[in-house]
């Protein structure tokens, strides 16, 4: 099957937030849903992907190039771990990684902090942050950054202020400090 990486993809949406931006919030949150499922899966069997990040990601598209989200790949499995192992390696990537990683602590919420930064670059589009990754200092002004959003202003479906503040929700409970 034909597709790219979800990092491709949100290049995409980056670069130009105001084109069909109704249509790119639905499929963005589609494809982090199914990677949620995906990961919830590999959570279910024990498992931890500890570096989720869109190039490790493939969404399909169809015959005229438009991604079709709710059927995803998953790759670079080299870090997957048992969530049960002793010995637990440091991995992921910066911009996505969890805090605890780095402390040696990882559990299955740290995959949940790096979909919750997943997110974050897909959606939040502003200037202030050039390479859209999520620093922890962002997370007070998290309500704000969405708000700014070039994606969420670029629509008034985009901007209705019920959805804003579900995905702001879903944001500051991905990306708490403490897991």
């Known amino acids: 099957m034909a597709g790219k990486g979800f990092d491709l993809y949100l290049e995409e949406v980056r670069k ?4 069909r931006p109704e249509e790119r919030l639905r499929d ?10 995906c990961i919830k899966a590999l959570h279910t069997a024990g498992l931890m992907h500890m570096d989720i990040k869109p190039s490790n990601f493939l ?8 991604i079709k989200p709710n059927n995803v790949s998953l790759f670079d499995i080299n870090t997957l771990c048992s969530v049960d192992s002793e010995y637990m390696r440091i991995s992921g990537t910066e911009g996505y990684r969890a805090p605890e990683v780095l402390r040696g602590r990882a ?13 974050f670059y897909a959606v939040v589009i502003t200037k202030d942050i050039s390479d859209g ?25 985009n901007s209705d202020a019920a959805l804003m503040s579900r995905i702001c929700r879903i944001l500051e409970h991905c990306l708490a400090k403490d897991p």
């Open 59 to 66: 969404v399909p598209y169809n015959s005229d190039f438009r």
């Open 133 to 157: 990754l999520y620093r922890d200092f962002y997370y007070s002004s998290i309500d704000q950054l969405v708000r700014n959003s070039e994606l969420f202003r670029a629509s008034e479906t």
């Open 16 to 19: 130009q937030p105001d084109y």
């Open 107 to 119: 559990d299955n919420r740290s995959d949940i902090y790096s979909i919750g930064a997943m997110l």
């Open 28 to 37: 963005i949150l589609s494809v982090v849903d199914a990677l949620t499922d």
